[in-house]
């Protein structure tokens, strides 16, 4: 490991205490600090766990450029985790706290890496692609799911999903659009100040200790419901479950982020879609089958027949890029997270009160 001493924001959240977690068990003498303002329900169930690994954990809100003033760190790599990750953000309420969070608060970020020369790991999102272009992506609707169909007029996507060749003219949502914008700023700040930088445009990602809501997180919610016999929805797209998602276990994004670290001076400046691919994408229906397998449970499902603002009906990734580049593919299937998950609720019974 190249790399001594890290600073992960959003690191009391899903992917970035998993991934802080994931080092200090890996690497013996890493200093990492985890930095979070606790904004999301749920991310201070983690702390004992970053403390439990020796992960320094500090309260700073990226947002306010007071709180980065982490130099004394001297960090050599900061990872970007940090967000108001949820695409419904801003709808109804306003878009402050998702602008001055998921691009203030990265260009706050990248301050702190350019004073001190640290590279950048960069969360990013499949959702920079634009929500009307997603939903014209010619699809067959079979007996439990939507799928891609092979013959396709937009120049981006196959039946291997959608490729970093997509289009990106449109809209995106709020979400997607600061994740946009915050790519662009880590260009101008590699290009301007030769910051060493990996963007990863990731789909869902699931795994236990994902807090999962309504809002994201769709994996642990969807399980969570089950075990704990709490009623779910079908919202849109003909309210029978058909949409789809692939779903990136939080382990092969751990082993993605490793390769990168390894290889930046080779894949520096990249951009890399990534995420559970065809072979671990599911349809909601066909999640809800899978829960009820896993944990015995069946539980009422009520149908809303319109569609969510910024929705889409599918969206797989198209992994070539990193596969090629990487020699990365995602490895574990849905059901094999959904049961990783239940397994982790059954575990830590005092979670469950965020679900009930
Ligand atoms: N989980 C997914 O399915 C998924 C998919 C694609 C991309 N991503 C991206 O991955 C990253 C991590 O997502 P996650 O799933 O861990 O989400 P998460 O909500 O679990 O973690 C984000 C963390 O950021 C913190 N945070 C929010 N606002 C903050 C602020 N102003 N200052 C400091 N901390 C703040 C939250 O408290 C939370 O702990 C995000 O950038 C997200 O956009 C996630």
């Known amino acids: 490991m190249h790399y ?5 924001f959003g690191g009391a959240g899903f992917v970035g205490s998993s991934y802080a977690i994931w080092l200090a068990s890996r690497h013996q003498g890493l200093s990492i600090t985890a930095a979070d303002n606790l904004k999301r329900r749920g991310s201070e169930l983690n702390l004992p766990r970053l403390r439990a690994h020796g992960i320094d954990f500090v309260h700073a809100d990226i947002r306010n450029p007071e709180d980065l003033r982490l130099d004394e760190r001297r960090p050599d790599l900061i990872i970007d985790c ?4 949820s695409v419904l953000a801003g709808y109804g309420s306003g878009s402050e706290y998702v602008v001055r969070t998921n691009l203030g608060g990265t260009g706050n970020c990248l301050e702190l890496a350019r004073r001190c020369g640290s590279a950048f790991l960069f969360l990013s999102t499949s959702r920079v692609y634009p929500v009307a272009l997603l939903n014209r992506i010619a699809v067959t609707e079979t007996a439990t799911r939507f799928e891609i169909d092979a013959a396709q007029e937009i120049p981006g996507v196959s039946r291997e999903g959608v490729s970093e060749a997509f289009p990106l003219d449109g809209a995106r949502s709020l979400y997607g659009a600061t994740k946009l914008a915050s790519e662009l700023l880590l260009f101008e700040y590699a290009d301007m100040y030769g910051l060493p930088m990996v963007i990863n445009r990731c789909g869902v990602i699931a795994g236990p200790w994902q807090m999962g809501k309504v809002d994201q997180g769709v994996g642990a919610l969807w399980v969570a419901a089950h075990r704990f016999g709490k009623p779910l929805s079908y919202i849109g797209w003909g309210g029978e479950g058909k949409q789809v998602r692939d779903v990136l276990f939080i382990d ?3 082993e993605l982020l490793d390769l990168e670290l390894a ?13 559970g691919g065809p072979q671990a994408s599911a349809s909601l229906l066909e999640m ?9 449970v069946k539980i009422t499902m009520a149908q809303s027949l319109e569609n969510r603002p910024g929705d ?3 969206y797989i ?6 596969d090629a580049v990487l020699g990365w593919q995602p490895r574990t299937p849905v059901e094999k997270t959904l049961t990783a998950i239940d397994t982790w609720l059954r575990e830590h019974p005092s979670i469950a009160s965020l679900w009930t």
């Open 4 to 8: 001594r001493r890290i600073v992960i």
């Open 252 to 254: 092969d994004l751990c």
């Open 312 to 314: 889409v009906r599918i």
């Open 263 to 275: 290889r930046m001076d080779e894949v520096a400046g990249s951009i890399f879609n990534a995420g």
């Open 317 to 322: 990734t198209d992994n070539s890029r990193v």
């Open 82 to 85: 940090s967000a108001e990750p």
């Open 288 to 296: 809800t089958r899978l829960c009820e397998m896993i944990t015995g």
